[in-house]
T-cell receptor, first 113, second 111 residues
Framework: NAGVTQTPKFQVLKTGQSMTLQCAQD?????MYWYRQDPGMGLRLIYY???????DKGEVPNGYNVSRLNKREFSLRLESAAPSQTSVYFC????????????FGPGTRLTVT | SQQGEEDPQALSIQEGENATMNCSYK?????LQWYRQNSGRGLVHLIL?????REKHSGRLRVTLDTSKKSSSLLITASRAADTASYFC???????????FGKGTKLSVIP
């Protein structure tokens, strides 16, 4: 998954705690995406950013905030974590081949107890 | 809501056999893609087919698209143990780069 890095790889939170998931890319793409994947499910889009300084809601934005302060980084924040946010979180960027194809980071596995 | 629904949910075959999985979707699309996910890893793009295409090949992969039935199929020929993974279809609508994923088919290839 070279080109997209995510930190941390694993995290356990207690209900009500906050945390920020980090995503960084070195492929100079304008667009970046945050997805969540629940067990036995496909990915659902949380937020996306079409360019530095802009963000838009996806399918499941409730309970999350995002920040795109520069072209390289796109962070996802959980202000008050809930057990329903237990999931694997993936960051993605467009691939070099097509703006429609996406290139995914390795994911962050989050458990909220 | 999930746009695509893959069928079957799980598939187990012997090495060397062909694997076919299907995807149905609900609304008009611009493109349909297939991704592979190995256990515990991120998704990897396999192939994209445009709405005006009916069939596309890439190595051992063959994808078909029937927009009148809002369905697509992915055929993996001469399967290998390394093909064991979950496979997801994803669609995008005209004017949008956002992808909507199905729930996936879990393929197990037995050596």
């Amino acid at each position: 998954n070279a080109g997209v890095t995510q930190t941390p790889k694993f995290q356990v939170l207690k209900t009500g705690q906050s945390m920020t998931l980090q995503c960084a890319q070195d492929m100079n793409h304008n667009s970046m995406y945050w997805y969540r994947q629940d067990p036995g499910m496909g990915l659902r889009l949380i937020y996306y950013s079409a360019s530095e300084g802009t963000t838009d809601k996806g399918e499941v934005p409730n309970g999350y905030n995002v920040s795109r302060l520069n072209k390289r980084e796109f962070s996802l924040r959980l202000e008050s974590a809930a057990p329903s946010q237990t999931s694997v979180y993936f960051c993605a960027i467009p691939s070099g081949t097509s703006s429609y194809e996406q290139y995914f980071g390795p994911g962050t596995r989050l458990t909220v107890t | 809501s999930q746009q695509g629904e893959e069928d079957p949910q799980a598939l187990s075959i012997q090495e060397g056999e062909n694997a076919t999985m299907n995807c149905s979707y609900k609304t008009s699309i611009n493109n349909l893609q297939w991704y592979r996910q190995n256990s515990g890893r991120g998704l990897v793009h396999l192939i994209l087919i445009r709405s005006n295409e009916r069939e596309k090949h890439s190595g051992r992969l063959r994808v078909t698209l029937d927009t009148s039935k809002k369905s697509s199929s992915l055929l993996i020929t001469a399967s290998r143990a390394a093909d064991t993974a979950s496979y997801f279809c994803a669609t995008d609508a005209a004017g949008s780069y956002q992808l909507t994923f199905g729930k996936g088919t879990k393929l197990s290839v037995i050596p």
